[in-house]
């Protein structure tokens, strides 16, 4: 019997009446362990004690000492609300006694008198959701620390090969990070005027170390000339900064990636200064990027305090005393009060980063993206939200595509937070097919096909591509489904969902016909396009000046008609078929080209 209990999951009840936690013990008990709580004091206590166990609290309102409300309060406090889900059960039903649970962090609220299919189905399904979010934090967070490690490896590398062709020591980088981000830290404390958030924090604290890239393009005798720079010398090293700018605006992908657009303004505009005597636009005030001018700042700072090859380093009281009375440039006020908060830790921050000891942390920004404050997630919280911002908000949002997830067995649909935005819906939905909302959105065609894969005895189908409508911004639109079949660790002889993206046809028709106009062929049909077809006309043409020529130009009649009325898939077949006809019914040398949606040329002798 011990066995057994260590391995059923934990609940607390916590209410004041015996009869009642007896009832929910009897509904419950032959599958989790119970724990009971008199009062919300004794109830904080226990969760004191079990908070890393609990899978479930059911919590009455109105108990003696401590009610519940209270002990909602207390669970925010400690953060375990984050972590252990709480279901109210209680007869207080007023609107705004549940409205005020849910604001609290209530997970759901059933109302006494209860039916007990309802309270186990719902207890059941709570603890499936928060059980599966747990599940995937285990899947993925290895990856996600791999990917962003490696993407600070990347950026690294880079900067470092500027700072050795520099002559600057390997530290630079490293202080440059971490002055912004200490910076930036205290300037969102201090105010809210650059409406700086975690994420925006974390993006500038990456992106600075790419500040000097255009240096890579400076003549390293000007880069490492131990004396003073010549005013010739000096007008190109001022050009490193529209360089560095260049080279990332320049780049053949990722133009609109926000690292990219963040490392490009402070490569050009960290050598700005608050009174427009910097360089190369001569930008005044907070003209300047604020991601510029804390980086400007920093280098200033490094520069100061580091040794390099035309001078000895100054010590750290010494740089910060030039930097308030100006001795390097004017700086924003309110940056500068920052500094003097700060100045004191900088050693040390800059000693944790360097003892490698220090792990990455995404707490601020998770709990920012998920709770919308500035206090600590848990750390279940943070890895789960690490994955879903940043595997699907990036992917899905670099592509514009609406990535999904659906489990049949809890039935739990999860889209990723792009396209929950995009179609209007919660990112985690239970029993979706039960929530009127979701099914206006996505209609009963979204779900045919998945369930036919589903519940598929023949399990000769394991991907899913197929064509509906889903109500977009409140108007229908087509979408092409495309998904692959899920297993549960089990039992690999069935199917327990699938994962799969959805896409707008229209977008894609869209990026198809803009690789149409640098290709010969027709993506579609095979046949020449228009462009082609146009070229190989007039070169036959002139060829064979004197030739005899007919040229055909033709549509489908009521194609666009029956294109809406069975979708774009059927379309796409009918234009193929005209097209397989054509090629049998022309000869080898005879031009046939598709030229528009539904029309055609041919051009012969």
Not at 245 to 251: H, I
Not at 348 to 371: A, C, D, G, P, W
Not at 405 to 430: C, F, R
Not at 534 to 546: A, F, G, V
Request: net charge negative; charged share 25%; glycine share 6%.
């Amino acid at each position: 019997m011990h066995q057994e209990n260590l391995q059923k999951q934990k609940i607390l009840i916590v209410d004041d009446s015996e009869f009642n936690r007896s009832i929910l013990t009897d509904i419950l008990g032959e599958e989790y362990e119970i724990f009971e709580a008199v009062d919300g004091v004794e109830a904080i206590a226990m969760i004191q004690r079990h908070a890393m166990e609990l899978s479930a609290v059911l919590l009455d309102i109105v108990m003696p000492r401590m009610d519940g409300f209270e002990v909602l309060t207390v669970m925010n406090q400690k953060h375990w609300i984050e972590d252990i889900p709480v279901i109210i059960i209680s007869a207080e039903s007023g609107s705004g006694q549940i409205e005020k649970a849910y604001n609290l962090g209530a997970t759901d609220f059933i109302m006494r008198p209860f039916d007990a299919m309802l309270v186990h189905r719902r207890v059941v399904n709570t603890i499936l959701l928060y059980t599966k979010q747990k599940n995937l934090i285990s899947l993925v967070i290895d990856q996600i620390d791999e990917n962003e490690h490696l993407s600070n490896v990347m950026v690294d590398i880079l900067s470092h090969i500027v700072e050795f062709r520099n002559g600057e020591s390997g530290l630079h980088i490293i202080h440059i990070r971490t002055f912004t981000e200490v910076m930036l830290r205290q300037l969102q404390r201090m105010t809210d005027r650059y409406s700086l958030t975690q994420a925006d924090i974390a993006m500038i604290s990456l992106a600075s170390a790419l500040h000097d890239i255009g240096k890579i393009a400076i003549d390293e005798k000007i880069l490492n000339k131990p004396g003073r720079l010549t005013k010739e010398e000096f007008e190109a090293m001022k050009k490193h900064s529209l360089i560095g700018a260049q080279m990332l605006e320049n780049l053949p992908t990722y133009q609109d990636a926000l690292l990219v657009k963040i490392a490009s303004e402070i490569c050009r505009w960290h050598h700005e200064r608050y009174d427009g005597r910097g360089y190369p636009d001569g930008l005044v005030g907070d003209d300047i990027p604020i991601s510029a001018q804390v980086v400007a700042l920093a280098d200033v700072y490094d520069a100061l305090t580091s040794e390099r090859c035309y001078k000895k380093a100054f010590p750290h009281e010494t740089a910060i005393q030039m930097i308030m009375n100006g001795e390097c440039g004017t700086f924003n006020p309110l940056l500068l009060d920052c500094l003097r908060q700060v100045e004191g830790m900088l050693d040390t921050e800059f000693s944790r980063v360097q003892s490698k000891e220090k792990e990455i942390s995404h707490s601020r920004l998770i709990n920012e993206l998920l709770y919308g404050d500035k206090s600590f997630a848990s750390k279940s919280s943070q890895r789960l939200l690490d994955k879903e911002s940043m595997k699907y908000d990036f992917i899905s949002t670099m592509t514009e595509e609406i990535y999904f997830e659906y489990t049949a067995e809890p039935s739990i649909l999860t889209l990723s937070s792009w396209g929950a935005k995009k179609l209007g819906l919660d990112e985690v939905i239970v029993n979706p097919m039960h929530n009127e909302k979701v099914m206006q959105v996505l209609g009963e065609d979204f779900w045919k096909d998945i369930h036919t894969v589903i519940h598929d005895d023949k399990k000769d189908c394991r991907r899913i591509n197929y064509e509906c409508r889903l109500c977009v911004g409140g108007q229908p639109r087509w979408y092409r489904i495309a998904a692959m079949c899920l297993f549960p660790e089990d039992n690999m002889t069935r199917y327990s969902g699938v994962v799969g993206m959805a896409f707008d046809i229209n977008d894609a028709h869209m990026r198809i016909e803009m690789l149409e106009k640098k290709a010969a062929l027709d993506v579609l049909t095979g046949l020449l396009n228009h462009t082609s077809a146009k070229e190989q006309i007039l070169k036959q043409m002139e060829e064979e000046p004197d030739g005899e020529y007919v040229l055909a130009v033709f549509d489908l009649d009521y194609f666009k008609s029956a294109n809406d009325t069975y979708g774009h898939l059927f379309g796409d077949s009918v234009l193929k078929q005209v097209a397989a006809n054509l090629r049998q019914c022309t000869r080898k040398n005879d031009i046939v080209a598709r030229i528009g949606g539904d029309e055609f040329l041919i051009f012969l002798r």
